[in-house]
């Protein structure tokens, strides 16, 4: 079993950053990939970003080139670094570590308003 724990998230201005984190603990092991993704109220999660064990990351459409995600290996940790937040990035983000199973997190709320 793994557990996630993510921090971060809150309110933040149209135009402002926020970061997110998500420590992994318990059967944690090489080989795996962290990453987030979000939800907004009454639509699909999206994925939002990932990086592998390897340090290959990838971003979705909707956030590329806003977003930094970064992992720190020893403290199995993924970090989320977002700029020029927008209304829409509003969404319940969640962590996501995937190896032979999938798990999550438990989800922490972004609010992008003025």
């Known amino acids: 079993q793994v557990q996630l724990v993510e921090s971060g998230g809150g309110l933040v201005q149209p135009g402002g950053s926020l970061q997110l984190s998500c420590a992994a603990s318990?059967?944690?092991?090489?080989?795996?990939?962290m990453g987030w993704y979000r939800q907004a109220s009454g639509k699909e999660r999206e994925f939002v970003a990932h990086?592998?064990?390897?340090?290959?990351?990838t971003y979705g459409d909707s956030v590329r080139g806003r977003v930094t995600i970064s992992r720190d290996y020893v403290k199995n940790t993924v970090t989320q670094q977002m700029n020029s937040a927008k209304v829409e990035d509003t969404a319940v983000y969640y962590c996501?570590?995937?190896?032979?199973?999938?798990?999550w997190g438990q989800g922490t709320q972004v609010t992008v308003s003025s």
């Open positions: 990086v592998t064990n390897n340090g290959r990351t």
């Open positions: 318990g059967s944690v092991f090489s080989g795996n990939t």
């Open positions: 996501k570590y995937q190896s032979s199973q999938n798990y």
